[in-house]
């Protein structure tokens, strides 16, 4: 146990050097989210994680810091859907301006911590991909398991479309599609196709996405 807690502090340690507010003016928080989110079971010790207790304190105090003015999202993630769930939910309903920049392949719960900020952005060459939920261990054959999938994807469903262009309809199909990949349903969507959609808001990189925040930064000040 005390070292699981040593290696805890050191994650936590270590994302707060890449970007998190530590005492130092700093008016752009980056929160980056790593490998997969880590919910209420601890995965192996050779998987890439980001722990989502960690995540949401930090959130508290990039909201409550007066040095930082806002967030940029660097998201590339799968994971534990009820924990980015709750995490989605923490950034949208800041009242900074946050700005979301998809790197890398996010997919599955990695889609709705794409569009939970105000602005979001792609690259290029990143890719969404999704897909419906699923869930690993001992299943119940019973109907309620049935019905608790059901409702964990219509929660997700409705927080993406509420939080971006997409279509409930259009997302529907995109999640059961059949010809996309070789041993899943889904849709693997590359930057371009995910702005076409009204997924993302915008092809962009670093550059763009942070001159996103500051507009919204700067239209903040205005309004004070």
């Not at 989110?37 to 949401?56: F, N, Q, V, W």
């Not at 800041?94 to 996010?106: A, E, H, N, T």
């Amino acid at each position: 146990m005390a070292q699981n807690d040593k290696n805890s502090q050191t994650d936590l340690d270590g994302l707060e050097k890449m970007g998190m507010p530590d005492g130092q003016p700093r008016p752009i928080a980056c929160l980056p989210i790593i490998g997969q989110i880590e919910g209420h079971m601890a995965l192996s010790d050779s998987s890439k994680t980001t722990k989502y207790e960690h995540i949401l304190p930090m959130l508290v105090d990039i909201e409550q810091n007066d040095k930082v003015q806002g967030l940029l999202l660097l998201n590339t993630v799968g994971g534990d859907v009820e924990a980015g769930l709750a995490i989605a939910e923490m950034v949208a309903g800041m009242r900074k301006p946050s700005v979301s920049l998809v790197i890398g392949g996010g997919h599955s719960i990695g889609v709705p911590l794409a569009v939970c900020t105000r602005k979001s952005f792609i690259v290029p060459s990143a890719t969404m991909t999704l897909h419906p939920v699923r869930i690993s261990g001992m299943v119940i054959n019973a109907p309620q398991s049935v019905d608790y999938l059901k409702e964990m994807q219509a929660r997700v469903v409705r927080f993406v479309c509420d939080h971006s262009g997409m279509k409930e309809k259009r997302f529907h199909e995109m999640l059961q599609a059949r010809d996309d990949m070789a041993n899943d349903v889904g849709t693997i969507l590359d930057g371009w196709a995910a702005v076409d959609c009204g997924l993302i808001g915008a092809v962009g990189g670093l550059g763009d996405a942070l001159d996103a925040l500051r507009s919204l930064i700067a239209g903040e000040r205005k309004k004070a």
